[in-house]
């Protein structure tokens, strides 16, 4: 009985509060779809694709996340206020509110008496000043007979020339591949480095699976580069390997993101749902798919599709690798954002049995990419050290393909930027993910 009573003056509370934010004390409209409040998830707005979504005056929030009251504060701006969560763990959580709902969001909040902190004044601008202007571009494209220069996010076309430019540069080194295409019609692109060496084995890096994670497919392109055009240079394990490298997983989204939606997440699938299309590639893979984390409402971000591997992007990989003669030992996939060093599972918080080897790599990265640049990456198991996230891609490597060093990184930063990472940090990211691949390929090697 005590209980229901509390129930109910915790339920009465949240009522009066909302009422002191409605002019009229009318509490706003219940959405249709509620997901946990302890997932990043958007309620994705109908906005027409022949314009440019703009989010002018869309601010990124910082609200702590270590009591039941902060915690049903969060829930009640992602039911209310149409908030999104961008980035969480044990202690905060990383909240995006649009334009128009920040005067009740924030009334709200004052109500409720939660503490918060604008980390992003202006998501807009943030967006517009990410890359650099179109005239300070140029003066660095086409200087190596391509147009990638890492200064700048660039388009899907650059980077597949690159690819092509590679593969015709070094062709007894480098060679692409189509795997597949995408619901669009878009190849999926796959850059092979090796020396030829039959007894090599092999290493999968991937990135761009979530579209607005512009800095993933810079990374990955950039590791490739460097692996590359030093060739000649690198120490032995990172040469005695097969590099098998998917820059761009998501090119529909990808280029969505680059056209119409900066902050798009999924892929183009679905588009019978109108405003509500994508399946998030991340949640599609075939290992414990459709488990903890993950939604069945095509609205929710972290839609998992209509089955495992529903959608070709997914299918794709998953054909392509288990078809292939590679020896895959290593599964990269990077992403943004956070700094983590995670590996399985994800699907809930539990890990496998070589768990403590998963951690002694990761930890070796992490403390070689500090020493390097400063950066703190954290280590752990996805599902414990985030928060449970069912049908991953590396979830599937090892419980599906067996492979030993399954690994997601996410890059910079901790959240000055959040997706929306400037251009100039391209480089000194890449870096520090050069540093976690070396580390990944001298325990490989030693397999």
Request: charged fraction near 20%.
């Amino acid at each position: 009985m005590n209980q229901i009573f509390s129930n109910r003056i915790a339920v009465g509370f949240w009522i009066l509060v909302l009422l002191q934010c409605y002019t009229g004390h009318t509490l706003p409209k219940a959405v249709s779809v509620k997901e946990p409040a302890d997932q990043p998830t958007t309620r994705i707005e109908a906005t027409a694709t022949s314009q440019p979504v703009k989010y002018d005056g869309a601010q990124l929030w910082r609200i702590a996340y270590d009591d039941q009251p902060k915690k049903n504060a969060v829930a009640e701006l992602q039911d209310r206020f149409d908030a999104s969560m961008w980035n969480y763990n044990a202690t905060s959580v990383d909240i995006f509110v649009r334009g128009l709902q920040i005067k009740k969001a924030e009334c709200f909040l004052r109500a409720a008496n939660i503490p918060y902190e604008v980390v992003i004044e202006d998501m807009q601008r943030a967006i517009d000043t990410e890359n650099p202007s179109l005239e300070e571009t140029e003066l660095w494209e086409n200087r190596n007979g391509h147009r990638m220069t890492w200064t700048a996010y660039h388009r899907l076309a650059d980077i597949y020339d690159w690819m092509d430019y590679l593969a015709q540069t070094y062709p007894d080194l480098c060679s692409t591949k189509s795997i597949g295409k995408s619901v669009q019609g878009r190849e999926l692109k796959v850059l092979r480095i090796s020396n030829g060496n039959p007894s090599n084995k092999a290493i999968w890096m991937d990135g761009g699976i979530h579209a607005r994670e512009w800095i993933s497919p810079a990374t990955v392109t950039y590791i490739a580069n460097e692996l590359v055009e030093d060739w000649d240079n690198q120490p032995s394990h990172l040469r005695n390997l097969d590099w098998y490298i998917l820059p761009v997983h998501n090119p529909d989204g990808y280029e969505h993101s680059h056209q119409y939606d900066r902050l798009w997440r999924k892929n183009r699938g679905g588009l019978q749902y109108g405003p509500c299309a994508g399946v998030d590639l991340n949640r599609n893979y075939g290992y414990k798919w459709g488990g903890q984390g993950t939604s069945k409402q095509p609205c929710s971000e972290i839609f998992a599709g209509s089955g495992p591997f529903s959608e070709p992007e997914t299918k794709a990989v998953s054909e392509f690798m288990q078809s292939s003669a590679a020896d895959w030992k290593g599964f990269l996939t990077f992403h943004s954002y956070g700094q983590y060093i995670l590996y399985p599972w994800g699907y809930d918080r539990v890990v496998p049995p070589d768990h403590a080897d998963l951690k002694r790599v990761g930890d070796a990265a992490a403390e070689q990419i500090q020493q390097g640049s400063g950066s703190r990456y954290t280590v752990g198991p996805s599902g414990s050290t985030l928060y449970p996230a069912a049908g991953g891609s590396d979830d599937w490597a090892r419980g599906a393909l067996n492979i030993k060093y399954a690994y997601t990184v996410e890059l910079r930063d901790t959240g000055r930027y959040g997706f929306v990472l400037p251009a100039n940090q391209i480089k000194p990211t890449g870096d520090e993910a050069v540093q976690f691949v070396d580390i990944i390929a001298q325990e490989v090697a030693k397999l």
